[in-house]
């Protein structure tokens, strides 16, 4: 069983950066899609970025230019760089990872039921 660890997160005013780990118990990031979420109080989770098995990187428009999804295959390890944050960014932050491709449909239609493994969620605050 794939357990993932999640780190990184915290407060940071409008303008700043973080950037979350998502760490893997196994190799899985080499043969794995994986993908970072968020839920914000009151809304639905929502897919933010993801890596398909092919190295392909796909964004939700609301990060394209600010966010970065990368792995450390070495480290079983992977990163969200977040830039620009913005207030609307605040939100619990997930990394979710599954054996087989991304989901074949646009990220604003994602849900949590394409994705097998999850980690145990961050929380990233953005003050103005």
């Known amino acids: 069983r794939v357990t993932l660890v999640q780190s990184g997160g915290g407060s940071v005013q409008s303008g700043g950066s973080l950037r979350l780990t998502c760490a893997a118990s196994?190799?899985?990031?080499?043969?794995?899609?994986m993908a970072w979420f968020r839920q914000a109080p009151g809304k639905d989770r929502e897919g933010v970025a993801g890596v398909d098995t092919d190295g392909a990187t796909t964004y939700a428009d609301f990060v394209k230019g600010r966010f970065t999804v990368s792995l450390d295959n070495a480290k079983n390890t992977a990163y969200l760089q977040m830039n620009s944050l913005e207030p609307e960014d605040t939100a619990m932050y997930y990394c979710?990872?599954?054996?087989?491709?991304?989901?074949?449909?646009?990220?604003?239609?994602?849900?949590?039921?394409?994705?097998?493994?999850w980690g145990q969620g961050t929380q990233v605050t953005v003050s103005s």
């Open positions: 979710a990872i599954d054996a087989y491709s991304l989901p074949r449909r646009p990220i604003n239609e994602w849900t949590s039921r394409f994705f097998g493994y």
């Open positions: 196994t190799h899985t990031f080499t043969s794995y899609s």
